[in-house]
């Protein structure tokens, strides 16, 4: 178990949480439209997860705007990002917003992928959401960049991520 801060407070943080160069853990979210958006149906191309709680606060709204300018031009690279939000919230988030280059993808119905990707808060005021981290794979699935933010109100370090690219 790991262990990252909300707000300065201690959060535990349980899973295992992908190392450069391994191979990503296979995973299946609920996409915008209500279907599943599967790791299989990335392959090929450059995967940012942009991991986070909610797009309901502002640094994780901040980060979707973020990739959304910074990363979703580069050539054969898909963002999606990935919280416990409903489609029908994010749906709204990217229509007010003007958000059309990111993938928004919801683990309501998965909740295996918190586990998987060593992200799920299991104590705190959090509990049952995600933690904030990037992971960034390459065309065949390897992980190339992996940052969990130590402190969950921090932006991650989006030039580190798309250096990784």
Known sequence: MSQVTFQGNPVSVSGSFPT??????AFTLCAADLSDLTSESLQGKKVVLNIFPSVDTPVCAASVKAFNEKAAAKENTVVVCVSADLPFATGRFCAAEGIEGVQMASFFRHTDFVEAY???????ALKGLATRAVVCLNEKGLVVHAERVAEITEEPNYDAALAAL
């Open 20 to 25: 450069a160069g391994q191979q990503a853990p």
């Open 118 to 124: 060593g992200v799920n808060l299991n104590e705190g």
